[in-house]
């Protein structure tokens, strides 16, 4: 730990027990009448990570201590200790101090409640004016160093857990910036490519369709400003995918993400569907919260699984379903960001959805002259080939995507790989299209 959070975390201590020796102060002094503000924050070393921060967004003594306190269940539990106080009258903890206990750790999780008790005691107008920090618009949240985690519906929203993000803590604590990976909190991976722009190959209807998007990304705030209709379009902007499989969809996402400088997080759909009402919805309410301020291309593949088409309501399960499209619907169109979803079949996708698609690209199979293209990609050492490969024959003759080519590409390599050879033969890609075809059903 660097000496500008060992200084932070002291300086939090100081502030606990001058609150809780204010609360359960038995007369009215001078000293009781003290505000917490007296106790200064120390001074940060603007080259740490933490200390960065700070300065980077401004903020001051309330931030500053709501986040130490965030951060208190990982660097000093103990100091944490006190708010495990049971209240003697009741036999039971003070509910002014919220938390809560988590399935293993046995210390005190701070909450909102927690913050405030420290922020503001029995100050009830204090207390009213801290809760502002707790909105999502508020800086903390805003950039994601600090989430809450909300308990059950109906619950006060001041039980919510107080929780430091992953990303930050990493930061604060190693000086390493790792972007969000998949968790179980974080149902998303970022999606990268050895690719380039140039080895994308498509028919010129997708390409244009896709340099749209593209100019959409690069020139959105011309088209809102400059042509004046911005009041009348949302900032975001929604694509939908769709072809057989193997066809580019997933590359093309990932690509556009290369070209323009976004992270392209793929979302796992197996982890965000739950079985348990109102688990899907808040699977999901976390990806768009964590990519509602960043740079990011949110990508949802086999799409159909989540944003299928809604069913008649005949018993809890049909109702509970439809009601996670509609959320999904609301989300996707409020989100200010890029939202790419992917389908096989367009007609698989709620059709309310493909209403508000900004664009729906279609990814045929290659033609031959792709084909080839796609042939020469994957070959591009010409070494590798025997003098009597000729790709020409088997780009016209196999009508097979570039998802398809690749894996006969793999199958061919290893076939010369197993007999010590050197280099690719004929009989290898044709053994390799074999197996490819068959797959799909197919006879060579």
Known sequence: MNQNLTDEIEWCKAVIDMRFSQYFSADDSEEKKLQV????PPELDESSPYGRVVTQFG????ERLVMALALLPHLCPQALDAFLLNNRTLGRPYTEFGGWHGKSHSGFLP????ALF?????DIEKRLKMMAMFETVAPLFVERILQLE???????????????????????TTG?????????HFPAKLITTNLQWDDLVLCEDTLDDINQLLTWIEHSDVVLDDFGLRKNLKRGYRALFYGPPGTGKTLTATLIGAKVGMDVYRIDLSQVISKYIGETEKNLSNIFDQAEHRNWILFFDEADSLFGARTQTSNSNDRAANQEISYLLQRVEDFPGIVILASNLKSNIDEAFSRRFQNAIYFPLPEPEE???????????????ADDVDLNIFAEKYELAGGALTNVARYAALCAAQENRKKICNDDIVKALAKELHKEGKIL
């Open 37 to 40: 503000e007296m106790l200064a």
């Open 59 to 62: 903020f001051g003594f309330y």
């Open 111 to 114: 909450t909102c409640e927690t």
């Open 118 to 122: 420290l922020l503001a005691g029995n």
């Open 150 to 172: 909300y308990g059950e519906p109906g619950e006060p929203a001041n039980s919510a857990a107080l929780r430091i993000s992953s990303e930050y803590l990493q930061y604060f």
């Open 176 to 184: 390493v910036r790792n972007k969000p990976d998949f968790s179980m």
């Open 371 to 385: 084909r080839m293209r796609l042939w020469s990609n994957i070959f591009a050492k010409k070494s590798v080939l």
